[in-house]
């Protein structure tokens, strides 16, 4: 199967086996599988109970999840699609490139804006829910969106400004460098990038040195507050790794310059595939009050398990018929 790998200076044709490129699928779709179910499960879990609706963290988490899902979906598409058709038509691309980078961008904004809850909530336990209403929670989520869709919107307007219309009407390898190939258009998504990172890290740092801070005041559990603060910035880390994966793909593949397909498939899963796998566990698993209805609900599907299989047995002909 032939393969392209995006070198910052050319496009280089690589040649990959049939047993190989169905492997990394299989893979690639079985991950995006569980992940999705996990997700599902806990979006499943916040529809059913009200309590969970009405807490500004759990809202946040939702829509951080739901996001998660959406990217998931889309980087498996794209993923799939390279090895399928190699190149799709690319308005249809421009299309899946928007929603891809919209839900990127967006969910560092997330992690950011639960940071900032979790800290009034520790911080100012009298006055947050004075502070985090339901109303401020969804004008958070409409400027998180906002701020989420912005760096896309130029590069659209660009193409559309410079490429003729045969451009979209042509087909190429689904690729941000590739369809957004302008220079301009690097250059804006590098201090993009940047200031997206430089303002998220800030507010993190902050949020979570005063989490600590009022732990280790109020005598508390600072073991337990430490411990939660590492998993959120690994969680983090794992986010950002979006906005650093061309430097780590460039310094992999300086280090391991025979194996082009081994490194871009490494990065895709480690940027992609497991930072929606972190999520849930780190935000929905740990949570007690979350992890309380996540128990209820496996509970459910064991004993409704088990009344079919007992129906079964008992009733045998309702199988035949």
Not at 17 to 34: D, G, H, P, Q, R
Not at 126 to 137: D, E
Not at 214 to 243: E, G, P, W
């Amino acid at each position: 199967m032939n393969f392209s790998v995006d070198t910052n200076t050319s496009i280089v044709l690589l040649k990959e086996s049939f047993k190989t490129a169905l492997t990394k699928n299989i893979i690639v779709v079985a991950l995006s599988i569980i992940i999705s179910y996990i997700n599902g499960v806990m979006v499943h879990t916040f529809l059913r109970h009200e309590i969970l609706n009405e807490d500004p963290r759990y809202m946040l988490f939702i829509h951080m999840v739901l996001n998660d899902i959406i990217q998931l979906m889309l980087a498996v598409t794209l993923h799939v699609l390279s090895y399928v058709f190699y190149a799709i038509n690319v308005s249809f691309c421009c299309l899946l490139l928007m929603i891809a980078i919209f839900c990127t961008q967006s969910t560092p904004l997330y992690l950011a804006s639960m940071a900032i809850e979790c800290y009034i909530a520790v911080c100012y336990p009298l006055r947050h829910a004075q502070i985090c209403t339901v109303r401020r929670t969804y004008v958070l989520i409409a400027l998180i969106c906002t701020l989420g869709a912005f760096p896309v919107l130029p590069d659209i307007i660009v193409i559309l400004a410079i490429d003729p219309l045969n451009f979209f009407r042509s087909t190429a390898l689904c690729s941000r460098e590739i369809v957004f190939r302008h220079p301009i258009l690097q250059q804006k998504k590098d201090i993009t990038d940047m200031v997206y990172l430089v303002f998220v890290w800030c507010i993190l740092i902050f949020s979570y040195l005063r989490i600590l801070m009022a732990a280790k005041a109020a005598k508390s559990d600072s073991q337990k507050a430490r411990n939660t603060i590492i998993l959120h910035a690994v969680q983090l880390l794992m986010s950002m790794l979006t906005y650093l994966a061309p430097i780590i793909n460039n310094l992999l593949l300086y280090m391991f310059p025979k194996y082009i397909l081994e490194v871009r498939f490494t990065t895709y899963l480690t940027v992609q595939i497991l930072p929606r796998f972190l999520s849930p566990i780190i935000y929905g698993v740990r949570d007690q009050t979350f992890r309380k209805y996540l128990r209820k609900y496996f509970c459910n599907i064991a004993v409704h398990n088990r009344d079919v299989s007992v129906s079964i047995r008992i009733n045998p002909a309702k199988v035949q018929t």
